[in-house]
């Protein structure tokens, strides 16, 4: 019976080569038609690599780590009848025969089907913390084990470690230093923020605004608004609108610098910043201007869905003329947002914290948030990254302005 290569997926045009990050099963290893190998990293997205029909792992040939580029040979699998199954024992990757690996075939169990409905990112966190999935019991679905179950171990596993080391002897030889590679990902985000630090004359701008207005149709209108976009009304679909309304009036903050040029656009797809198990990333909604705040809602979640799971696409990650960061969300008061190149600017939004601010002569108590507007001078001036931040506080402390556009 002949083998099945294993290939890597073919590469976006914008996209040299790979990683491999992940194999997820090993020589001799059994797995079933569209159960995930092997998983390639990109400096944007992981593209998994199922299995094309039911077999064995026969041969590994890039190790993890290894740089891979469209269609290269990652390793060999060996198909199985419907009658037989292999063991990992009887499996080798240069020694067996085609003989020996095809009575193999007749012996074997699926020891790894406790491991088949686990998600990538939960495989990732167990195997870069060196987790056995046998020693986690899990809450999902038919005992699925989740991120949350594999983070409340790791917490207990702490918890353990820091009774252990009460005495100052056992604490020190406890002491130890963990070294990883840096992934694809994460090296690409670091070239991206030292590429916008070195070539953007970056400032930043801050106002406040009042979010009381805001907080108050989110009470009076929320429930019709889930039951009928079967969404929650969140605040990111105000911010969009906001945003989109403000880039209408200031189109140099909706423009990119190429080289000598500069690339006004007149459609308006919106980054926004997502933190996911591998690192952050700006997923793009498109043509905001011609979405309902609902439509808005159900992107946004899609988006975060996929991001969770490390299911976001190239293209999904494709475009983008200005970005939304949400630091709030993780507790932060105030933050200078880093510009994501090749826009000109990014805005950062923040914790939303009762404080005293004066209205009307008075001394009052109001939800009140930070904006952050970090811009590149180069194109943009104070008038217009000023104007644009005000915009926006005034539509969001004022939000029926936004459904009138004025």
């Keep these: 019976m002949s083998s099945i290569d294993i290939l890597t997926p073919v590469l976006p045009e914008s996209v040299a080569d790979a990683t491999v990050a992940t194999w997820h099963k090993k020589v001799g290893d059994t797995v079933a038609r569209d159960e995930i190998i092997v998983e390639i990293e990109t400096d944007k997205v992981v593209l998994e690599v199922p299995a094309s029909e039911d077999g064995v792992v026969e041969a590994i040939l890039q190790e993890e780590g290894a740089t891979v580029i469209s269609?290269?040979?990652?390793?060999?699998?060996?198909?199985?009848?419907?009658a037989g199954t292999v063991t990992k024992d009887t499996v080798n990757t240069a020694e067996?025969?085609?003989a020996e690996r095809q009575s193999a075939v007749l012996s074997t169990e699926h020891s790894d089907a406790a491991n088949d409905n686990l998600s990538p990112?939960?495989?990732?966190?167990l195997a870069e913390n060196n987790i056995d999935s046998s020693d986690i019991k899990g809450s999902g679905v038919g005992g699925r084990i989740t991120r949350e179950d594999v983070d409340a171990h790791l917490s207990k596993q702490a918890s353990t470690v820091h009774k252990e080391g009460t005495d100052s002897s056992v604490a020190l030889a406890n002491r130890s230093d963990k070294r990883v590679p840096m992934t694809r990902l994460r090296k690409r985000i670091a070239e991206r923020l030292l590429d916008a630090k070195n070539n953007t004359a970056m400032l930043t701008t801050f106002n406040e605004v009042d979010m009381s207005p805001i907080m108050q149709l989110r009470k009076n209108y929320g429930e019709k608004f889930e039951k009928r976009n079967n969404v929650r009304l969140g605040f990111m679909s105000f911010y969009i609108k906001a945003v989109v309304e403000a880039l209408k009036r200031y189109p140099e903050v909706n423009a990119s610098i190429d080289g000598e040029d500069i690339v006004y656009h007149n459609y308006f797809d919106i980054s926004i910043a997502v933190s996911t198990p591998r690192g952050l990333v700006t997923p793009v909604l498109k043509n905001c201007d011609k979405l309902s705040m609902g439509e808005i809602e159900q992107q946004i979640k899609e988006l975060a869905e996929k991001g969770r799971y490390g299911k976001l696409t190239v293209e999904d990650l494709t475009g983008g003329n200005f970005t939304i960061t949400n630091g709030g969300v993780f507790g932060s008061l105030m933050s200078t947002p880093?510009?994501?190149?090749?826009?000109?600017?990014?805005?950062?939004?923040?914790?939303?914290?009762?404080?005293?601010?004066?209205?009307?002569?008075?001394?009052?108590?109001?939800?009140?948030?930070?904006?952050?507007l970090s811009y590149d001078h180069r194109l943009i001036d104070g008038r217009e990254s000023v104007g644009f931040l005000v915009t926006i506080k005034e539509l969001l402390e004022d939000p029926t302005r936004i459904l009138l556009e004025i």
């Design 338 to 372: 880093i510009i994501n190149p090749p826009q000109s600017a990014i805005l950062g939004m923040h914790a939303i914290k009762d404080r005293p601010i004066a209205l009307d002569g008075q001394v009052v108590i109001r939800p009140m948030m930070y904006l952050a």
């Design 71 to 82: 269609s290269q040979l990652l390793g060999k699998l060996l198909p199985v009848s419907a």
């Design 96 to 98: 067996s025969t085609p």
């Design 121 to 125: 990112s939960v495989r990732r966190l």
